[in-house]
Structure formats: C-alpha cells, structure tokens
T-cell receptor, first 110, second 117 residues
Framework: LAKTTQPISMDSYEGQEVNITCSHNNIATNDYITWYQQFPSQGPRFIIQGYKTKVTNEVASLFIPADRKSSTLSLPRVSLSDTAVYYCLVGGYNTDKLIFGTGTRLQVFP | GAVVSQHPSWVICKSGTSVKIECRSLDFQATTMFWYRQFPKQSLMLMATSNEGSKATYEQGVEKDKFLINHASLTLSTLTVTSAHPEDSSFYIC?????????????FGPGTRLLVL
C-alpha cells in the first residue's frame, strides 16, 4: 500500500485558492488517488478522485503529474466552511483497504 | 448517489456490556465494507475489512473476539463491541466500497460516538 505524506496544517483566508500537495512516491500502477474532507465528529466526505492528469468537479480540482508520485488538491475561493481536515489516499481497483495518513488540517480565516 | 448510514449516531453504555453498531449502504450494494476507529485529533485507524458472506479480515492488533463483525447482506454490516470498557470509547466509522468507472471508491458513514462508563 502506498504511503502518503501531506503537510500537517495550512492556513488560508476566505476567497483564496488553496492547494494541498500530497506525496505518494511508491504509488502502484493500478492505484487511484482519492481525497476526502472530514469535519469534527463526522465521517470523511468524498471530494475527488483521479488517476492521472487533471480532474475537476463542482468543488475541487485534482492535479496529477505524469510520474504520479504526487498530487495536488485545489480548492478555489475557500470559505470558512472549508475549515476541515483533508486526507489524500491511494488505492487501486480491487485494492480493498485504505490507510489514512495524518491528513492536512486547513484553517480558513475571515 | 452513494449514501452510507450508521446507527446509532451515539451510544453510552456501562462497562461490561455489548454494543452493536449498524452500517448500511442506502443506494448501492457494497460487497466490501470497512470499519475504522478514530480517537480525538487523530487520523482514522482501519480495524477490519468486511466482505459479504465471509469472515472479516482484522488488522494487526485488533481483537476479533472483542470486535465482532457481521456482513450479512450487500447493504448491511454490523460491528459489535463485546464487553466494552472505557478504553473502547471512541468514534467508530464505517465505509462501503462502490465501483464506478473502473475505480473503487469508499463512501463513509457519519460515524458512531461510543462512550463507555
């Protein structure tokens, strides 16, 4: 299972774009990269998933370079409600379990 | 959609009693479900992998006789904490795997807060 490394914490202000980078040097060929958001006392919420290049949905973008050894979650124009812990995980098709790292605690200030 | 529910959302029990937590995938079938435990200000720790119709696979250090897992259908898995003690107090979260577009994605329940007195 690929191990992931993220910054422990990040601060931002409302309206700014936030980019959280995750390193996963030993990602396997069939691994996907998935990001989750977790608020206190809640289960993680799926944000976005990708395999390579760029993926965009209504809440975020995911940038994955060609070597796939890292990925960057981009949150456009964050608001106070985006204050949460963000987890990057890697796992492949039929790779059953996910191992959570420390996550990145994002604090958004007014 | 991919909605996962848990019941109860919180439970308080006396030491020595058993507590059952249910995890349901509401709008999809999940061959595989997972159980996690999370202590305050820590990350999620995987406890076990639950496959429908077969025995659960427990992570190292997790006592299978204490944390009984049953996955009786494609939409329901249960975790029973037997003879609970105060150190079992934690936030228990389940997830269910959904296959879409070639990728397996886990969707998480809202969690169950267990307090053992």
């Amino acid at each position: 299972l690929a191990k992931t490394t993220q910054p422990i914490s990040m601060d931002s202000y409302e309206g700014q774009e936030v980019n959280i980078t995750c390193s996963h040097n030993n990602i396997a060929t069939n691994d996907y990269i998935t990001w989750y958001q977790q608020f206190p006392s809640q289960g993680p919420r799926f944000i976005i998933q990708g395999y390579k290049t760029k993926v965009t949905n209504e809440v975020a973008s995911l940038f994955i370079p060609a070597d796939r050894k890292s990925s960057t979650l981009s949150l456009p124009r964050v608001s106070l409600s985006d204050t949460a812990v963000y987890y990057c995980l890697v796992g492949g098709y039929n790779t059953d379990k996910l191992i959570f790292g420390t996550g990145t605690r994002l604090q958004v200030f007014p | 959609g991919a909605v996962v529910s848990q019941h109860p959302s919180w439970v308080i029990c006396k030491s020595g009693t058993s507590v059952k937590i249910e995890c349901r995938s509401l709008d999809f079938q999940a061959t595989t479900m997972f159980w996690y435990r999370q202590f305050p200000k820590q990350s999620l720790m995987l406890m076990a992998t639950s496959n429908e119709g077969s025995k659960a696979t427990y992570e190292q250090g997790v006592e299978k006789d204490k944390f009984l897992i049953n996955h009786a259908s494609l939409t329901l898995s249960t975790l029973t904490v037997t003879s609970a003690h105060p150190e079992d107090s934690s936030f228990y979260i389940c997830s269910a795997s959904k296959l879409a577009g070639g990728a397996e994605t886990q969707y998480f329940g809202p969690g169950t807060r267990l307090l053992v007195l």
